[in-house]
């Protein structure tokens, strides 16, 4: 499986973006399409995720401005990102574990990355 993501670019705050993950196919079985994040110095974070089973998973953060969701006809997740904020700039990675959603954020979970889509949020 490969994934590839796009949409990232350049905003100012309150505007925004929609990302999308293209899948060089969507497994069968459970598992769990996630949006990660990473910016300069820090660690990288979950953001959102699309389980097998519809379920949607966001970190606090972000919850009420993103939205995530599935094209099952499109092999593709979409990240809707609205009212950006400067402290959303980071490198976005799309990414799969064969696990449902939920419990943790842990990136070892995680076995397929796509190459990330760079977001920034100008003030």
């Known amino acids: 499986v490969q994934l590839v993501e796009s949409g990232g670019g350049s905003v100012q705050a309150g505007g925004s973006l929609r990302l999308s993950c293209v899948a060089s196919r969507l497994p069968d079985g459970r598992y769990c399409l996630s949006w990660f994040r990473q910016s300069l110095g820090k660690e990288r974070e979950g953001v959102a995720g699309f389980g097998s089973d519809g379920t949607t998973i966001y970190t606090n953060s972000v919850k009420g401005r993103f939205t995530i969701s599935k094209d099952n006809s499109k092999n593709t997740v979409y990240l809707q990102m609205n009212s950006l904020k400067p402290d959303d700039t980071a490198m976005y990675y799309c990414?799969?574990?064969?696990?449902?959603?939920?419990?943790?954020?842990?990136?070892?979970?995680?076995?397929?990355w796509g190459q990330g889509t760079q977001v920034t949020v100008s003030s």
């Open positions: 990414a799969r574990r064969v696990v449902p959603c939920g419990g943790n954020w842990n990136t070892a979970d995680y076995t397929t």
